[in-house]
């Protein structure tokens, strides 16, 4: 009863462990007790093929005076299907699927199902001990929509075939982690599963929930991450939801203003504690159950403020719920990472909950996002304007204020918003050039990075769930010698220190030239205690055989990477040499280099501190 006081008070992350159909052996019979939350119901009864649907002699019992009713129905086993039948104040019966359900028919049906959650025998120990949360680790993520990754015969890979495809694919490129759009049960394949029935309940679209830990521990056991992306926020209105779960609103506001969004969904009420123990218990359940090593919360501003409207105020009973769920879950789960999609510019996000911040670990930078996207769609000749070139300049003017990620995601290339490829300026060679200096000015960026499947390799159409990426453009040089330089990218990443192992401190980064308009070229360095890195990129199809460049230390400089290499479908307009410093005060440094940049062209510069 100990639990069930701290469901109702808001205050645990077990609740799970509590509600739901759970198989168990009482008084030595095997059978499954089933625990549902309905306060203001008459009755509530569970229903199934084992009462033929009719649940006159399955009644559930309340268990305390809170609107708790569990019942234990002997003889019953797993993939049994369930539903409950509740009966309002008004004499009125509905039929709703499980809040707590583990596991859900597929659409359109809605019935929950008994799985056993015990079963799996996981593989990933050495993984789960070295877990961090990764700040001074490199981190490019690579997300991914299950159902659209890649098809066959026009039909979704089983987890097993994914398993098989996609891990493979992902560690052999650089990632290092995966993130899985939302993979709790949704009844529209078009809302890409960010309108949500059963918060509790893995999709049944790809498999079962032991073909889910099947994946993840695959994945574990090469060493990559797996994080799922959530949503916190709202819920679905369909009859068999959460909406008026026992007759009247339970989950939602009781006023239809506040309940309503910009979605057509219902939000959450993040006032009441019972809520908030359903929402952190959900959390704690996917990072204990199927071993997530981040979750991703979707659509923070719209708990922020009343609506996601800033001018309505901040919603202080959802940033009490962000903030005692962040700090319960980082207790329970130390090394598992928090991240937040939040488009507001409210402060103190990924500070501490005990410094009154919001306890996320990272947040996604949109700033960046947007601001990078527009000035790469410019006409070169327009990038030099003041306000166009301070674009790239000015997420450094804040970066430091937060724990920032830099994500280019799936929201970017849909609705009219063209493939990344396509946001270009130019022909379509040009239109390469500059993805690579997008992908090489993105990983030499200060902050942890995120990539939409099919940025790698220039996918050309806007993404669409209902069609799997263009892999067939493989085929062609462009697209091949994209996804090597990315791949290699990705490998320099991973083997210097300079790119990540002081992304949130000062001394990481600092600007060489950050004011050179004229001709577009911005260079900066990136540093670790025993080496510098400098960074050229050239934003316009001018190319410079004698470039002057500052650098900040004495030595020999070597091009790690430069995108104009033949072999990522350049022309070789590279410096194969060792650069030699010399002596003499360029953009406020003491020493210089003379180097060759090409036109659009990213160059990597390594230098060994002594």
Known sequence: MELLDLFHQGHTIDAHH???????????????????????????????????????????????DKGVYSLFVPHLGEWTLYKYRIESQHGIWKEKSDPFGFYQEKRPKHSSIVVDL????????????????NYDRPMHIYEVHLGSWRKRDDQWLTLSEMA?????????????HIELMPLVEHPFD????????????ITSRYGTPNDFKAFIDRCHQVDIGVIIDIVPTHFVKDDNGLREFDGQPLFEYPNPYDSYNEWG?????????????????????????????????DAVKNMLYWGGNKERGENEGALAFIRRGNYYLSQRYPDV????????????????????????????????????????????????????HNLLTFSMAYFYSERFLLPLSHDEVVHLKKSLINKFWGSYEQRFSQIRNLFGYMMAHPGKKLNFMGNEFGVMDEWDEKKSLEWDLLKYPMHQSLLRYVRDLNFIYHHHTSLFEKDYEHDGFRWIDADNQNQSIYSFVRESETEALVVILNMTPASYEHYTLGVPY???????????????????????????????????LPYHLNLRIAPFGCIYLLVEKL
């Open 265 to 297: 969904t219902l939000n959450f009420n993040l006032w009441k504690e019972e809520v908030r123990s359903f929402l952190m218990s959900s959390f704690s359940f996917w990072t204990e159950t199927y071993h997530f090593d981040g979750i991703r919360f």
């Open 164 to 176: 098989d495809e996609l891990i493979p694919y992902v560690k052999d490129n650089g990632f290092t």
């Open 190 to 201: 078009g809302s890409w599963g960010y309108q949500v029935t059963g918060f509790y309940s």
């Open 337 to 388: 990472m928090l991240i937040a999609e939040d488009s507001s510019d409210f402060h103190g996000v990924t500070s501490p909950t005990f410094h009154m911040g919001l306890g996320y670990d990272y947040k996604w930078d949109l700033g960046w996002m947007n601001d990078t996207l527009k000035y790469y769609g410019l006409d070169p000749i327009y990038r030099k304007h003041p306000h166009n």
């Open 118 to 133: 015990e079963s799996y025998q996981w593989q990933d120990e050495a993984y789960l001990e070295k877990r961090t949360k």
């Open 18 to 64: 509590v509600f739901g159909a759970h198989l168990t052996q009482e008084n030595g019979i095997d059978g499954v007790r089933f625990t549902v939350w309905a306060p203001h119901a008459k009755n509530v009864q569970v229903v199934g093929p084992f009462n033929q649907w009719n649940g006159e002699y399955s009644y559930l019992l309340p268990i305390n």
């Open 554 to 588: 004495e030595g020999e400089y070597v091009e790690l990477i430069n995108s104009d290499k033949d072999i990522y479908s350049g022309y070789n307009m590279c410096n194969y040499e060792v650069l030699s410093s010399y002596e003499g005060m360029t953009h406020g």
